[in-house]
């Protein structure tokens, strides 16, 4: 029978390495999942990945079994994650393209949390990849809380603990985000405008 979390997090922090390549194993794929929703990158998501990896063998010790492996590990990954898309977001701003015919004809099937149920694979590649332009158009806090929640479908309450913020201040910045994600959508659709990313807000 194969070992639960606690018992494999006891092992390693008594020395059994195997034992945490069993843990990464159990959840690389949802983290790796998670990850790519936010960087659109197999090469630049298991970079990130194996940078999670490191940073939850290193802290392992923090670990409590009062709470669900995976969330804790979840949480080290949305973190990450974040701090990735603060620093890229400070690079220099790009317009955002022209959709074509093509993604025009896909934008009524396609909405933040919908590409996943779009059964003709064509169209739900297109989807995923407007998806992913448009939330790399928001803030790095705004393409957070509206990953987790509307794509991830997290609660609020676990959005706010992820993040370390209020559960207010989850569903300030979730409105701001989709208000922006429409502007943007509404740019994409129209085209020749020079709209660049949302810059992220002090609060």
């Not at 990953?147 to 701001?176: F, N, P, Y």
Request: net charge positive.
């Amino acid at each position: 029978m194969a070992a639960d979390d606690c018992t494999l997090v006891h092992n390693v922090l008594n020395g059994n390495r195997q034992a945490f390549d069993v843990l990464a194993g159990r959840y690389m794929p949802r983290i790796f999942q998670l990850a790519y929703r936010f960087f659109n990158s197999r090469q630049q998501a298991e970079d990130i990945v194996q940078d999670i990896l490191l940073q939850a063998y290193q802290s392992l010790g923090t670990y409590s079994r009062e709470r669900p492996f995976i969330s804790w590990l979840t949480t080290i990954a949305v973190r990450r994650c974040y701090r990735e898309l603060r620093l890229r977001s400070k690079r220099s701003e790009t317009a955002l393209p022209e959709l074509s015919g093509r993604e025009r004809e896909c934008v009524d099937q396609c909405c933040l949390h919908a590409p996943a149920r779009i059964e003709d694979p064509e169209t739900s590649l297109i989807a995923r990849d407007i998806t992913a332009r448009l939330l790399g158009a928001l803030s790095p806090r705004e393409q957070m809380v509206l990953t987790l929640r509307d794509v991830e479908g997290l609660s609020l309450r676990e959005t706010a603990g992820m993040m370390g913020i209020s559960q207010l201040h989850v569903k300030v910045i979730s409105h701001r985000a989709r208000k922006h994600a429409r502007d943007v959508l509404a740019t994409m659709m129209l085209g020749n405008a020079p709209r660049t990313r949302f810059q992220e807000k002090r609060s």
